[in-house]
C-alpha cells in the first residue's frame, strides 16, 4: 500500500547533500574512483539523483553528491514553501497543512485511522497522544534543511530561484530562503509588534512579568501556526540550534558562501567568534 501523507520525510533528501570544492579529486583519486564504480554498478540508482559524473560541474567548479537532482528539488520545494503546506510563519511544519481539511484516513480490519494536521498537542490518544510530528515545528530539522539548502546554493549560485512563498511571484535564491526560514525561527523567540514572544503563547506571566518575561526557554517543538512552545521546555540541545542559525545569517553574506571555500569560511567565522568573545 502506497501511503500519500504529505509529511516532513518527504523533505528530507534536501539535506541529503554534499559539496565537494574544485580540485579534491584531485587530492582524493581512491574515493572518485569508488564513486566511478559505484555509477557504474548501478545506473539504476544513478539515474535517480543528481548526477555527478566529470561533466557535472557547478559555481566555482564544485562538484556535488546530493539525492535530488534540480528539478526534483525544485519540485520538492514547490510544497516546502508553500504557506497552505508545509512553510509556517515560524518554520517549516513537520506534517503538510493540507491535511487539516484532506486527512489521510485508512483503514486496518475494521478499525478506522485517521492523520489529520494538527499544530499542537494531540486531540486524541490514537499514537500515545503524540502529535509531534503531525503538525509542530521542529527546530533540529529546520537546520538540517538550511544546511541542505545552503549546500545547494554553494553549487548551483545565484542562477537558481525558486518562489518564495510558492504562488507569491516572489523568486529567492537558496540562500535567500535558508535566510527566511531562519527569520521565520528566530521570530518564535522575539518580540512581535505588541512586545509578545510567540514563544509564550497565552500564558500571561511569562509575557508580562518583569521576573519571566525575558527568561527564554528552549521548548521541544512548537505550534506550527503561532510558534507556541510545546513539550519539553528546556530541550536545549537541539532547540538551541536557534542561536547557531542567529550567528550564521547575521556574518555570513550571499557572496561569501559563493566565492570562500566552506573550510576557510568556518575558519574565518571561528576566528571572529573567538574575537567577539
Known amino acids: 500500500m502506497r501511503l500519500k501523507v504529505r509529511s516532513m520525510v518527504g523533505l528530507l533528501p534536501l539535506c541529503a547533500s554534499t559539496v565537494f570544492e574544485h580540485g ?29 559524473d566529470e561533466n557535472f560541474i557547478g559555481y566555482a567548479g564544485r562538484r556535488l553528491l546530493a539525492v535530488c537532482n534540480k528539478e526534483k528539488a525544485r519540485r520538492v520545494l514547490a510544497y516546502m514553501l508553500d504557506e497552505n503546506e508545509f512553510f509556517g510563519p515560524y518554520g517549516i511544519r513537520s506534517l503538510s497543512r493540507y491535511h487539516l481539511d484532506h486527512p489521510f484516513i485508512f483503514h486496518v480490519g475494521h478499525e478506522v485511522y485517521k492523520v489529520q494536521y494538527l499544530p499542537g ?122 542561536a547557531r542559525s542567529l550567528d550564521l545569517f547575521a556574518r555570513l553574506n550571499p557572496q561569501d558562501a559563493l566565492e570562500v571555500s566552506k573550510d576557510k569560511l568556518i575558519a574565518r567565522m571561528t576566528r571572529q567568534q573567538v574575537a567577539g568573545n
Not at 35 to 49: A, G, N
Open 121 to 242: 498537542e494531540s486531540n486524541t490518544g490514537m499514537f500515545g497522544g503524540n502529535s509531534n510530528w503531525r503538525g509542530p515545528i521542529w527546530m533540529p530539522v529546520n537546520a538540517l534543511l538550511i544546511r541542505g539548502l545552503l549546500n545547494l546554493y554553494q553549487f548551483y549560485g545565484e542562477d537558481f530561484k525558486v518562489e518564495c512563498p510558492t504562488g507569491s511571484g516572489n523568486m529567492m535564491t537558496l540562500f535567500e530562503v535558508a535566510k527566511e526560514i531562519g527569520r521565520r525561527l528566530s521570530s518564535i523567540f522575539l518580540r512581535d509588534e505588541s512586545g509578545r514572544r510567540p514563544l509564550y503563547g497565552g500564558s500571561k506571566k511569562f509575557q508580562e512579568d518583569p521576573h519571566w518575561k525575558d527568561y527564554i526557554l528552549f521548548h521541544e517543538y512548537f505550534h506550527g501556526d503561532n510558534g507556541a512552545g510545546l513539550g519539553a521546555s528546556h530541550q536545549t540541545g537541539w532547540t538551541g540550534v536557534i
Open 24 to 52: 579534491v579529486e584531485a587530492r582524493h583519486p581512491r574515493l572518485f574512483k569508488l564513486l566511478q564504480l559505484f555509477w557504474k554498478r548501478h545506473p539504476e540508482v544513478v539515474e535517480k539523483i543528481a548526477p555527478a
